[in-house]
């Protein structure tokens, strides 16, 4: 069973997905994170990632892509894999798709975090007091990247409405609500 945490920055993903896979012993796959050790470790990747994320933008699919495919080949006994902050593209959706079908496996449920934007917004210039990430710190900074959200990543959620996977959650609840939700949402799937 393999799993797409979705929704814009500061929505809340990597804390449920935390909790999810706690919970389904699953692969977890955040490429954000993996893009900061990469930066953390001044890697060849890190340094040209830096230069896209620390301005809002999105790293170029190609080389998100790529990491991802690494990233995947380490884990081929897992019972499933949570995706969280890819696919944040159309590019990237068609080729997980790709990846997942060459070993008949597909996604099985995308869980679409909502939150309305001025949360968002204070949320993450919140966390960016104590994250010390560095596209956590600027409104600008934050804008930005809700614009790209809305621009590049949210048309995925008409792609996988059309798939039958996507599962639209209240964000805006408390973490543990928004958990439970998201564990009846999954069970609702495997019932399918
Ligand atoms: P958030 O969800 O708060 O934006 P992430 O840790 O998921 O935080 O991502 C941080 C940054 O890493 C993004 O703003 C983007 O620049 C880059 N990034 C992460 N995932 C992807 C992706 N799938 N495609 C392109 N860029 C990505």
């Keep these: 069973m393999h799993i ?3 929704g814009p920055p500061g929505a809340g993903k990597g804390t449920q997905a935390g909790l999810l896979k706690d ?4 692969a977890y796959i955040a490429t954000g994170d993996l ?6 470790e001044q890697t060849e ?3 040209l990632a830096r230069t896209y994320i ?3 933008d999105l ?4 080389l998100t892509i790529e990491m991802l495919k690494n990233e995947m080949a380490k884990y081929p006994d897992v019972p499933g894999i949570i995706f969280d902050g890819f696919p944040r593209t159309t590019v990237q959706a068609e080729a997980l798709e790709k990846m997942l079908h060459d070993q008949g496996d597909k996604i099985d449920a995308v869980l679409a975090l909502e939150v309305p934007e001025d949360v968002l917004i204070s949320r993450i210039l919140n966390r960016g007091k104590t994250s010390g990430r560095s596209d956590d710190a600027e409104r600008s900074t934050v804008v930005k990247r809700l614009q790209k959200y809305r621009e590049l990543t949210e048309p995925l959620k008409d792609y996988y409405r059309r798939k039958n996977v996507l599962n639209v959650i209240n964000g805006l609840q408390d973490i543990e609500t928004v958990h439970n939700d998201i564990l009846q949402a999954l069970e609702n799937v495997v019932r399918q």
Aim: hydrophobic content about 40%; cysteine-free.
């Design 4 to 6: 797409v945490m979705f």
């Design 23 to 26: 919970r389904l012993n699953f």
């Design 35 to 40: 893009f900061r050790k990469h930066m953390k």
């Design 45 to 47: 990747l890190g340094q």
């Design 54 to 56: 620390d301005r809002g």
């Design 59 to 62: 790293v170029p699919d190609e």
